[in-house]
């Protein structure tokens, strides 16, 4: 049985399953072990997994640094080592006496252009080791700040219960940005702790809930989003003549279009992809070609 066409399948990942995991299945179903993902979800969390199949895979990591959203859940008054409820507690402090205004307050303080420090238990690398690897042997892991973006922050419902206060939100953000971190910060500058309790990513740039399928739905019928839709929907279009497609096609270089720093698709005549294309000193210079 042939593998299935190359492009992008939105996956609708269920919680206890790692991305890699997605990845595995998706495998079988694609029938080729050319697939990968975009941009890690915990285990617990679920939502909008972007996959690549075939040449797809060549995509993945531009997709990765597009904005992202999600709905997630924040408990004030329990802070947890690994900033989800998937760790241990590590302290709790009432936040009882925590005022919707000091709520606003303190997302408002996490929201714009922010430094982050990502959680201690996150895949980042140091001295050449993941962090989690090494928090998980008990070392303390140093790790810097990063700078990220908070589109916006929203909060959506709020539930006291006792001295906690669980805090639903909405969130927009750059790539790179650790929701369990928001939760953490947030009970940190409230005083009284925070952690992650539930996290759904609702979209990955213009991919959204609307368009993933579950791996069951998957299972039964494999939805693929065919490469030149899939970048026509991500990335500015720039259609060229015959001449420039041989050009494109064999890795040549274009006068730039103006289209700005980020990756553009390159189509061909008959609508056909050819590459994506960064445009830089006035050249329009291949990022990935995907015909030969």
Request: glycine residues 12%; contains cysteine; neutral net charge.
């Amino acid at each position: 049985m042939e593998s299935v066409e190359s492009g992008l399948v939105i996956v609708d990942k269920p919680s206890g399953w790692t991305s890699h995991d997605v990845v595995g299945r998706m495998r079988r179903l694609a029938r080729t072990r050319r697939v990968g993902h975009a941009g890690t979800l915990d285990p617990m969390a679920t939502g909008v997994l972007v996959v690549g199949v075939g040449k797809a895979t060549r995509l993945l990591g531009h997709l990765a640094l597009t904005e992202k959203g999600y709905d997630a859940t924040i408990r004030l008054g329990e802070s947890t080592n690994t900033d989800d409820a998937e760790g241990e507690t590590t302290a709790t402090a009432s936040a009882a006496g925590v005022s919707d205004a000091a709520l606003e307050a303190g997302i408002a303080a996490l929201t714009g252009p922010i430094e982050q420090i990502p959680p201690q238990v996150s895949a980042i690398k140091v001295n050449g080791e993941r962090a989690y690897k090494m928090a998980r042997k008990g070392e303390e892991v140093a790790l810097r700040a990063r700078p990220v973006t908070v589109h916006a922050f929203t909060v959506t419902g709020v539930r006291r219960h006792g001295d906690v206060v669980d805090v639903d939100a909405s969130v927009a953000c750059s790539s790179g940005t650790y929701i369990r971190a928001l939760a953490r910060d947030l009970g940190a500058s409230l005083g009284c702790g925070g952690h992650l309790t539930a996290l759904r990513r609702t979209r990955v740039g213009p991919y959204d809930l609307g368009m993933a399928r579950t791996l069951d739905e998957l299972a039964v019928k494999t939805e693929v989003l065919p490469m030149e839709e899939a970048v026509a929907s991500a990335f500015p279009r720039r259609d060229v003549s015959d001449d420039d497609a041989r050009r494109i096609a064999h890795g040549g270089r274009l006068p730039a279009a103006g289209q700005g720093p980020g990756p553009v698709g390159v189509f061909a005549p008959d609508g056909t992809l050819l590459a994506l294309v960064e445009e830089r000193d006035g050249l329009a210079r291949p990022l990935a070609v995907f015909v030969s």
